[in-house]
C-alpha cells in the first residue's frame, strides 16, 4: 500500500530554503551520510527557485511490451492516478533508472502537477515536450529532455514506496533540497538536527568568506582551527540575535 504523504511545516521550508544543497550535503557527511545527492538531477531551466518539500515518490522498471503500452495511461496504476494523489507543497521524486531515451512527463502532467500545487518535479530521467513543460511553469530537475513516451522505455509500477533515484534510495515524506546544484535527499528522521547544524554550518562559512575577503589564508582558517574557532564564537556571541 502506498505510503500516505505528511505535511513539512513552514519552519522547516522556511529555514532550508535560505540553505545550500551544498552546505546540507556538508552537513550529512559529518553525519556519516555520504550518498545523498540524487546524480542527474539538473535544473531544466535558468533561474529556477530552490525548493524544499517531502518527497512524494513514483517508481519505474524497466519496459516490458505487455506493460508498457498506451493502453496502460489509463490504468488504476498509472503516472495519471499518481498525480491525483499528490499533495501541494510536495516534490514529486521520480525513479526512472537513469533512462534517458523516454520521457517520464510531458506538458499537460506537469501542467496537471502544477495547478494542484505540487512544488516540483525532481528525476533521474527525462521529460519530453521541452517548449510545454517549460510553459507550465513547474520547476523541473531532471536529465534533459527526450520526445518519446515513457513506455517506449520504461513501465511505471507505484508511487509512495521506496525509490532508488539518481543512485540514492529515497523513501516517502524524506525531505528534498534542490537547488541550482541539483537535489539533496535529508532522511526524515534526521530532519531536526540537519536543519539546526546547516544554519550554524552556513553563518561559519559566511564568517570564514568574510575572513578570505579580508586576505587571511585558509591554513587554520577553513576548517578554523583552535584559534580561528575562538574567533569564530566569539564573532558569533557578538552577533547573536
Known amino acids: 500500500m502506498p505510503i500516505e504523504p505528511l505535511p513539512l511545516n513552514a519552519a522547516a521550508i522556511q529555514t532550508l530554503s535560505q540553505v545550500a544543497t551544498a552546505t546540507i550535503t556538508t552537513v550529512l557527511l559529518k553525519k556519516g551520510l555520504r550518498n545523498v545527492w540524487l546524480r542527474g538531477t539538473r535544473p531544466l531551466a535558468a533561474?529556477?527557485?530552490?525548493?524544499?518539500?517531502?518527497?512524494?515518490?513514483?517508481?519505474?522498471?524497466?519496459?516490458?511490451?505487455?506493460?508498457?503500452?498506451?493502453a496502460s495511461w489509463g490504468a488504476p496504476i498509472s503516472t495519471r492516478a499518481a498525480i491525483e494523489a499528490m499533495p501541494a507543497g510536495?516534490?514529486?521524486?521520480?525513479?526512472?533508472?537513469?533512462?534517458?531515451?523516454?520521457?517520464?512527463?510531458?506538458?499537460?502532467?506537469?501542467?496537471?502537477?502544477?495547478k494542484r500545487g505540487v512544488a516540483g518535479l525532481v528525476s533521474d530521467g527525462v521529460v519530453r515536450d521541452l517548449a510545454g513543460v517549460l510553459g507550465t511553469g513547474l520547476p523541473v530537475w531532471c536529465q534533459g529532455?527526450?520526445?518519446?513516451?515513457?513506455?517506449?522505455?520504461?513501465?511505471?509500477?507505484?508511487?509512495?514506496?521506496?525509490?532508488?533515484?539518481?543512485?540514492v534510495a529515497v523513501f516517502p515524506n524524506d525531505v528534498i533540497v534542490v537547488d541550482d546544484d541539483g537535489a539533496v535527499l535529508i532522511p526524515a528522521a534526521?530532519?531536526?538536527?540537519?536543519?539546526?547544524?546547516?544554519?550554524?554550518?552556513?553563518?561559519?562559512?559566511?564568517?570564514?568568506?568574510?575572513?578570505?575577503?579580508?586576505?587571511?589564508?585558509?591554513?587554520?582558517?577553513y576548517p578554523p582551527n583552535e584559534e580561528n574557532a575562538a574567533r569564530y564564537q566569539a564573532w558569533a556571541k557578538g552577533n547573536a540575535a
Open 47 to 70: 533561474n529556477q527557485p530552490r525548493l524544499v518539500g517531502r518527497a512524494f515518490t513514483l517508481r519505474f522498471v524497466p519496459a516490458r511490451e505487455d506493460l508498457a503500452t498506451p
Open 90 to 114: 510536495c516534490i514529486a521524486v521520480v525513479g526512472a533508472l537513469g533512462v534517458t531515451d523516454a520521457g517520464i512527463f510531458g506538458d499537460i502532467l506537469c501542467a496537471r502537477m502544477k
Open 145 to 167: 529532455t527526450a520526445a518519446p513516451a515513457s513506455v517506449t522505455g520504461l513501465t511505471f509500477v507505484g508511487w509512495q514506496e521506496a525509490i532508488a533515484c539518481g543512485g
Open 190 to 221: 534526521l530532519l531536526d538536527d540537519v536543519i539546526a547544524a546547516s544554519v550554524e554550518q552556513e553563518r561559519l562559512e559566511g564568517w570564514i568568506m568574510g575572513q578570505v575577503e579580508q586576505g587571511v589564508p585558509l591554513p587554520g582558517l
